[in-house]
């Protein structure tokens, strides 16, 4: 389990470079912050990393998506740039609130 955590934070600080290069808003992250002495303990923060490093993710893959469909705005495929638009819709692809520092 420790491996895993250490491989999760890894992951998220990667996930935070790529956000701040990008001039992205990046989620909190709070699991770093949380107590990890007991296996319950780092069971729950293994649970906190997970969810974080699932919405930057969702924040990465959205602002690719959005840059795709512009370049298939300017190549003309309307049709196609429609489509990639209407995911971005769905709730499912949508970045969580309660998790994120935006106002």
Do not use: C
């Amino acid at each position: 389990m420790r491996q895993e955590w250490a491989w999760l934070f890894r992951e998220q600080e990667m996930f935070y470079d790529e956000l701040v290069g990008y001039n992205l808003p990046v989620p909190w992250r709070l699991a770093s912050q949380m107590p990890r002495d007991t296996i319950e303990e780092l069971r729950k923060v293994l649970n906190r990393i997970r969810e974080e490093n699932n919405r930057m993710k969702i924040r990465l893959n959205r602002y690719r998506t959005q840059v795709e469909i512009r370049e298939l705005v300017e190549g003309g495929w309307y049709e196609h740039a429609q489509f990639m638009q209407s995911l971005l819709a769905d709730p499912i692809y949508q970045s969580d609130v309660e998790m994120s520092d935006e106002e």
